[in-house]
């Protein structure tokens, strides 16, 4: 675990300069044993051109956990009193302006629970290098502008480790005494440390190859665990998919002769983008029909693209420190993103999107841990993965591709990688580039990284008589930590409208004579006026479609006009959330409970787009689904849970008796055979088991037992494990036994029964944590027992008696010695506290309290604890 202290430092960006040294040449030798492993490093050290200074600096290496063994400078083995090592550092004092070093240290994979830098994982030797992995490794100037030419040899027992994997091309192999043998490895593209791997196994491969835009042959080779490789078609056809699209979308072609993936199964993050050799959890490669379900197949696709495009924005151009980490990451999930919309439902993936956003990232944007895109300060980099840096971060890339154009953000792409390939620069950069291509000057849009929070844009709509409206735009963001005042952001509304029937209302601008349907407004300042004509006498305005910025809107509809974008919005993604509002505008007002001219509304609304024949099954399953109640606390101030908790169990069965003959029809007359129709299907099923679970329980019974996919399987296991029949345990126990086998189908398991809204489900989720198919040290199974309950279980988690923040305290406790990264995310769920009433507040303090008083807290929880102490 990380040396902490109870005041820790903290970093920030004002605080950056350049290294005084630089690493061009880096060879290493790994000995794979039993129960530790030697490195050696040789290391090519000189003076950074960029500083002027004209003495030179004691060199300062970062190291963790390192046994030193032997340190020599240009082949002369220092004594001890020429070198001091420290718990994190390896401090040189008199060193040239150009010299070899050479290292060797001891460590132990075996025992690295953290999950971070060198370790075993089911019997093989698997990296995470990012952030700050680098270090446990060996010492070295663990900072990602340090890119250095990689050279790699590994030496292990060849039975039990016939592979050994590492960066870039092969160049020799042979064997040994002693029954080991040895390869070695070439990157010949600079990297730093963050994107270094190795592997050392016994796996199964499947291999393919793809033949790049230029007809270069790059040989494609995917790692599994034995017996697995049935799983592994999916994700090696969405690679390809993904190498050609990137060709096709953006020009970038990949440059080594060969692309590995090797999934493991003790992973903390989805995967790591490694340059050629990239280590994958196995969530997100795994994927039969089988064993997976159409959401499990969208994330394997999705997260397979992400780390191919990584090899361009994050690679080959990569952060010139950790505080511009979304330069790689958001630019990054935003092509994911794209890719995905090319490959599924366009309209349905960007309500997925904004669904992340909207519960989690606002969330975060408006508690102890917000922070802009562009950090300014952190004690522990682990914690700013965040959705603010990737998710928020795209969504500000995303405008910047609206106020462009594909066109003209293409162009600015393109002289992106022109000016900085091979280089590590910041997100300043990548702003300048994008200018510069289109002749733009976008001083404004900065604030974008510069500030943390989320504005609120305030709508109005002024009828001004003969055909013309005035649209007033008000613009602000809260105050959040460290930044109390806000100046205005570049904000693009793309703006539709409807007239009272339904129908799309055509309109000009003032300043133009063309009738149009859309238009995108760009707000600049604190207020500001749009006017229109239109032969409509009644508008209707569709607001910010697309969720064309990452804002809260503030417009007040009336329920008819929410219910008339519900029925007939011609944008998919606003007719979605009209349906939402609606929900929410109902659901947050101050009455106890639903009257039932509100539910009457709701009934008939999600009657009429039911009925909607030319609505895809994929966009009505999303419409009917209720609000996601995390959303609907990030958009309070305060919030009273149990009127909310109350209101929504009411309106979900409200809904489901009311239209039970219309989810029954649906459930019998929907074919299963595509995703769209599946999901349709689910959400009726769903629906009928929470109107009459006793009465519709054998329906879901069936479904389960014959199920020939994944999907419908688990889709039945949960309204089965959510339901109230006493013999559900029979069908728990049967899908248990059926899939026992299978790690990741375990998983679905475990996050099946923790969603039961029940007072008894805390102590059946702490019988869970004692099963012999979980692990604590797994962060997939931390995830699929503990995250899905505080995530998923919003109810009993937020349960008055406390208990289900006294079980989320334990788990921190217990991981911070074993994992502090999966411990500090888990932190983050106490990060709403503040909005919650007294009694919840005063509890969720004693654990926060509790967990800050454990002896030897990690960096990593301290700081998420205590900003949320003091926010």
Not at 750 to 756: G, H, L, P, T, W
Not at 844 to 870: F, G, H, M, P
Request: glycine fraction near 4%; charge should be negative; hydrophobic fraction near 35%.
């Amino acid at each position: 675990m990380k040396n902490s202290s109870k005041n820790p430092t903290v970093k920030y960006r004002k605080d950056y300069r350049p290294s005084q040294y630089l690493i061009k040449h880096t060879d290493l030798k790994f000995q794979l044993f039993d129960s530790h492993t030697l490195v050696n490093s040789e290391l090519k050290i000189e003076k950074n051109p960029l500083d002027k200074s004209d003495v030179l600096e004691p060199l300062v290496l970062d190291g963790l956990e390192l046994e030193l063994q032997q340190v020599s400078v240009d082949g002369n083995e220092l004594s001890k009193d020429e070198y001091e090592a420290t718990d994190n550092h390896l401090t040189i004092n008199n060193v040239s302006e150009k010299f070899t070093l050479n290292l060797q240290v001891k460590i132990y994979p075996q025992k690295n629970k953290s999950l971070e830098g060198l370790y075993t994982s089911g019997g093989k030797f698997c990296t995470q290098c990012e952030a700050e992995g680098f270090r446990k490794i060996t010492y070295y100037l663990d900072r990602p502008e340090i890119m250095s030419e990689f050279k790699v040899r590994i030496e292990g027992d060849k039975a039990a480790y016939p592979l050994l994997l590492s960066n870039g091309n092969p160049l020799t192999r042979g064997d040994m005494s002693d029954g080991r043998h040895f390869v070695e490895w070439h990157d010949p593209f600079p990297k730093p440390s963050y994107l270094f791997a190795l592997v050392a196994g016994d796996l199964d491969c499947l291999t393919d190859s793809f033949t790049t835009m230029s007809g270069r042959e790059v040989k494609l080779e995917l790692y599994v665990d034995k017996g697995k490789l049935d799983q592994c078609r999916f994700a090696m056809d969405s690679l390809i998919e993904s190498m050609r699209w990137d060709e096709e979308k953006f020009g970038r072609e990949y440059d080594l002769d060969l692309y590995m993936i090797v999934a493991v199964s003790d992973f903390n993050m989805g995967a790591m983008e490694n340059k050629g050799l990239n280590v994958f959890n196995t969530k997100y490669v795994l994927a039969n029909k089988k064993t997976a379900t159409d959401a499990d197949f969208e994330g394997v696709e999705r997260v397979i693209a992400h780390e191919y495009f990584h090899n361009w924005t994050g690679n080959r151009v990569t952060c010139r420190d950790w505080f511009q980490l979304s330069l790689k990451e958001g630019l990054t999930v935003f092509r994911d993103q794209k890719f995905s919309e090319d490959m599924q439902s366009k309209a349905v993936q960007r309500i997925d999107q904004v669904k992340i956003i909207r519960s989690s990232q606002f969330a975060e944007d408006s508690g102890p841990m917000a922070h802009s895109i562009r950090p300014d300060s952190y004690i522990e980099m682990n914690n700013f993965y965040t959705v603010t840096v990737y998710n928020k971060g795209a969504e500000v890339i995303r405008m910047m591709h609206t106020l462009l154009g594909e066109q003209g953000f293409r162009a600015g792409m393109d002289l992106y990688f022109e000016r900085h390939d091979g280089q590590a620069v910041t997100c300043e950069d990548f702003i300048c580039a994008m200018e510069d291509a289109n002749q733009k000057d976008w001083a404004l849009f900065r604030n974008w990284y510069r500030q943390a929070g989320t504005p609120e844009v305030k709508v109005q709509l002024e009828s001004l008589g003969n055909g013309k409206f005035e649209l007033q735009f008000a613009q602000s963001c809260p105050a959040t930590p460290g930044q109390e005042t806000k100046k205005p952001f570049m904000i693009p509304v793309k703006i539709g409208f409807i007239n009272a029937q339904g129908d799309v209302a055509k309109f000009r601008l003032s300043d133009s004579d063309d009738v149009c349907g859309e238009t995108l407004f760009v707000m600049t300042e604190e207020n500001q006026t749009l006017t229109i004509h239109s032969d409509n006498e009644v508008l209707i305005p569709s607001l910010l479609r697309d969720f064309s910025a990452p804002v809260k809107l503030k417009f007040e509809y009336d329920q008819s006009q929410l219910a008339t974008l519900f029925a007939s919005d011609p944008n998919s993604f606003n007719r979605w959330d009209a349906g939402q509002s609606l929900m929410t505008k109902i659901l947050l007002n101050n009455e106890d409970e639903i009257s039932e001219p509100d539910l009457e509304i709701l009934k008939n609304s999600f009657a009429q787009l039911l009925g909607d024949e030319q609505l895809d099954n994929s966009l009505k399953a999303l419409a009917v689904i209720l609000p996601e109640i995390s959303s609907l606390i990030g958009r309070s101030e305060k919030i009273n849970v149990d009127r909310l908790f109350n209101k929504h169990r009411q309106l979900k069965k409200h809904i489901g008796q009311s239209l039970e003959h219309t989810w029954f029809s649906i459930y019998n007359t929907t074919s299963g055979d595509q995703p769209s129709d599946r999901k349709l299907r689910n959400v009726a099923l769903d629906y009928m088991m929470v109107a009459n679970d006793e009465q519709h329980f054998e329906l879901a019974a069936t479904q389960q037992t014959r199920a020939d996919n994944m999907t419908d399987e688990l889709s039945a296991l949960q309204t089965i494990a959510n339901s109230t029949e006493g013999y559900k345990s029979d069908y728990i126990n049967q899908f248990y036994q059926k899939w026992k086998d299978e790690e990741l189908v375990m998983d679905k398991w475990f996050s099946a029964q923790v969603i039961n809204d029940d007072e008894s489900i805390i102590e059946h989720v702490n019988a869970l944590l004692n099963h012999e198919k979980f692990s604590i040290e797994n962060p997939n199974k931390v995830r699929a027992v503990i995250t899905a309950f505080i995530s998923g279980n919003l109810p009993q988690f937020h349960n008055a008696t406390g208990a289900g923040y006294e079980l989320l305290a334990d788990t921190i406790i217990r991981l911070n010695a074993i994992n502090p990264q999966i411990a500090a995310g888990l932190s983050k769920q106490f990060n709403q506290w503040k909005k919650l009433d007294g009694k919840r507040q005063a509890l969720i303090k004693e654990q926060l309290e509790r967990i800050k008083a454990v002896d030897n807290l990690s960096n990593d929880v301290y700081e998420v604890v205590e900003k949320s102490l003091n926010m």
